[in-house]
């Protein structure tokens, strides 16, 4: 690793260094394209964003791909049914490696004000590995561009290398998720159990 | 003009022998009465409505089910009794008991004749094995999806439906989650601030951990 004063001395002289690390996230980070796929109200928001005025495309990921083949990150964007959520887990299992999750609105982080519903799962994260959650019923635009931000910064920092490396580089790490059966009450799993755990709870009367 | 409710049970009866005919009053502000009819002549009742020149509701806007459960009700009763030899008027209260039953409701209009609605209800025997109404799909086809929703989350079997099959969850799944008994998968995560039955469910599902009391 280059010392960073260094480095920056180096800059001025016109000479620039990096290192494979940084190049491959730098590259990662600018082309992140979204899955094209919507499923309740908060899909308006993210057309929103990837339109004029909000602009998605300044981040690189305006390139919302038609195909999950070509996707490296799914917006799970609005209330996820149970019957709608066999299709989801598939597209997310069908995205190539490395990808990622952003649970956008209320309803795919918790069920939001359907969470009640008999027919509304309580959180896409039962499911999937959700790497940015964004409040909100539905979310500015702005949230988005934030959680897209977030997702930057995320994998900035990934290391290539050692114990914290991404999945996708580790070569026993999970890339598909099962999924779950209709049931004659509910999904079969309700949920994953590897991925999600309820918050532990210490409470006192 | 629309002719009355009961006008409309009159020209019904006269019209379609046998037909059992009940108009149930609505006591909200709405005040929009009602009309039961009887499964066995329901199509041909719906027939008729369609087809008269006078009412021609050729248009089902919506269909909708309810779940009535068995519930006591209490009336008060004038009877006539004698007390110390001497008749007198007094009020007593009857309980009764409703049956419970599945209701299906129809909302008719008239396209060509631009009035309605008239409602129309129909009523299963009970609401556990003799839950058949007749589909009224074949007089107007705007029912086909709405029964098929009825079917799916009250358990209503359309007799007559070109087909019935589940329609919001998926075909496997077996419970009718809009009756009143239905209880939903036990799938509880924590709650910041439960009360009453959810403070219930977040003992059983959160057992109370005792934490050392904290001296300042």
Known sequence: MIDEGLQNEMKKQGVFTTSLQDLYNWGRKSSVWPLQFGLACCAIEMIAASMARFDISRFGAEVFRPSPRQADLMIVAGTVTKKMLPQVVRLYNQMPEPKYVIAMGACAISGGPFKEGYNVLKGVDRYLPVDVHIPGCPPRPEALLHALMTLQKKIETDALTGEKRPRHLQADAPSEFPIPEFGEHDLVPSKNEQLWKPAPVVRNE | ?216
């Not at chain 2, 009764?96 to 060509?112: D, F, Q, W």
């Open chain 2, 1 to 216: 003009m629309i002719p009355t409710l009961e006008q409309i049970k009159a020209r019904i009866e006269q019209s379609v022998p046998g037909a059992r005919l009940e108009i149930i009053p609505n006591g909200s502000p709405a005040n929009q009465p009602s009309l039961l009819v009887s499964n066995e002549h329901a199509v041909d009742v719906a027939k008729f409505l369609r087809d008269d020149s006078e009412l021609r509701l050729d248009y089902a806007s919506n269909a909708t089910g309810i779940d009535w459960l068995e519930k006591v009700v209490k009336e008060k009763v004038k009877v006539k009794r004698m007390v110390e030899g001497v008749e007198k008027e007094l009020e007593e209260t009857v309980e009764k008991k409703t049956p419970a039953y599945l209701e299906a409701v129809y909302h008719l209009y008239s396209m060509s004749l631009k009035h309605g609605p008239i409602v129309l209800r129909l009523r299963t025997e009970n609401r556990t094995d003799k839950t058949h109404l007749p589909s009224l799909t074949p007089i107007w086809r705007s029912c086909e999806f709405q029964e098929r929703e009825i079917f799916d989350l009250y358990g209503i079997i359309f007799d007559g439906h070109p087909d019935l099959r589940r329609i919001l969850m998926w075909d496997a799944f077996k419970d009718f989650p809009m009756r009143r008994d239905y209880v939903a998968p036990d799938d509880y995560e924590y709650e910041p601030t439960p009360h009453d039955a959810v403070l219930e469910k977040a003992k059983c599902h959160f057992p109370i951990v005792e934490t050392p009391e904290v001296k300042p």
